[in-house]
Structure formats: C-alpha cells, structure tokens
C-alpha cells in the first residue's frame, strides 16, 4: 500500500499531526483546568482571597513537560529536513525556471516544456531559479515546497509514488496574476516516460525561445 504520493507524504503529514495531538490535549487539558478554577475559587464559594505558596514540583513539572515535548516535535522537524537535503547521487535532474507568470521545466536532453513529466517510483532533483521576482515551488501533494530567488540555484527532490496527475502552484505573492501560476506534473510509467523524453516536440522550440525571451527580458529590466 503507498503511503502517499511522494516519499515525504508520511514523514510530513506525521509531524503535523503529532502537533495538532499536542495542541488538541493541551487546549482541553487547559480549557477544563481553567473552567474547574473559575468554579471553585468563585468568589461566592471564596469571599475572602488567600494567597499560594510556591509550589517547587510544580513548577518543575510544568517546566520539563514543554521542554520534552518541544525537543520531540525537535527531533522529528530535523529528521524530515535532513531526509529533504539528502539527495540520491543517481536521482534525475530537471531545470526549473519560474518567471511571472509560468514554470519552465528542461530535462538533461534538452527538451523544455511548461509541465513537468517524471517517471514513477524514481528520484527527481529539480534546480530551481527565477527569471525575475520570488516565487515558491509547490506541489502539496508530495509536501514539497521551496522559495525561487533570481540569480540563485536551489535544489528540491522527490519520488513519485503512484503514477497520475497533480497540481504545481506557486506559494509566494509574486505579482498580479500570482494566483493563476499553476501548472502539473504527470507522473508516468518508467518506460513510458523514457518514450516521451526521446520523442520529438514541436513545442520544445518555442518555449525554449519563451524562456530566452524572459532572461532577455529579466536583463532589461534589471
């Protein structure tokens, strides 16, 4: 059975549910514990204020609880991002461009398109860099995100665990059509995808030129 589209699916979906776990406990715990003092320090059942001590096991309690609790959500944050770093040696690479407002994506052979095709159940390394403002890379299905910055390189990895078809969006405020930045990323079979790669199109070209066209245009401007 898959345990989610990518191979970090599991890894970040268990993290923030461990966290909601602990804030749902703590809300309840603490709601209930506030509701039962309002109760019997009322004033009716307390007229006359007294005052409390220090209380030392308390306070050591209440102290060390948080401290472990953060130290796990810690531990498993550094675990997930030390796993996102880590990028196979064999995994494929794809160049992503991102300018306003579209993703470009160029494969090893050269072929360019405006979405990204990966074969299943293989490691995919994407450079990503922008042609003009900040973006963010985003596919929320696989729980990848990463920022875009012009003149910098950054990488972002993944497998695709089942074959299919998922959305691309861009999470950082990038301009006035920011939110139609969309684009997807199919997910093929390893043969199939290897057809495709080898397959001439006549849409290469110009998006290659359309890419061009935004470095010329990013240098205008600049």
């Given at each position: ?81 030390k796993e996102m770093v880590d990028i ?132 205008e401007n600049q």
């Amino acid at each position: 059975m898959s345990s989610g589209a990518s191979n970090f699916v599991g890894s970040v979906d268990g993290v923030f549910l461990l966290s909601i776990i602990i804030s749902v406990f703590f809300l309840v715990l603490i709601t209930t514990m506030m509701i039962y003092f309002v109760i019997k320090y009322s004033r009716k059942r307390n007229p006359k204020a007294v005052n409390v001590h220090s209380n030392t096991l308390l306070e050591v309690t209440w102290t060390i609880i948080p401290l472990i609790l953060v130290l796990i959500l810690f531990w498993y944050g550094w675990v997930g991002y030390k796993e996102m770093v880590d990028i196979p040696e064999d995994a494929m690479t794809v160049e992503v461009t991102a300018q306003m407002w579209l993703w470009k994506f160029k494969y090893e052979t050269g072929k360019v398109t405006d979405s990204l095709y990966v074969p299943v159940k293989k490691a995919v390394k994407l450079i990503l860099t922008s042609n003009d403002v900040n973006h963010a890379f985003f596919i929320p299905a696989f729980r990848v995100k990463k920022d875009v910055y012009p003149g910098t390189k950054r990488t972002i990895w993944f497998i695709a665990n089942d074959v299919g078809e998922y959305d691309i969006a861009c999470a950082e405020y990038c301009g006035l059509n920011h939110s139609y930045m969309y684009s997807k990323i199919f997910v093929m079979p390893e043969a199939e995808f290897k057809n495709w790669l080898n397959a001439v199109s006549d849409e290469d070209p110009k998006l290659l030129e359309e890419l061009t066209g935004g470095d010329e245009y990013n240098s205008e401007n600049q």
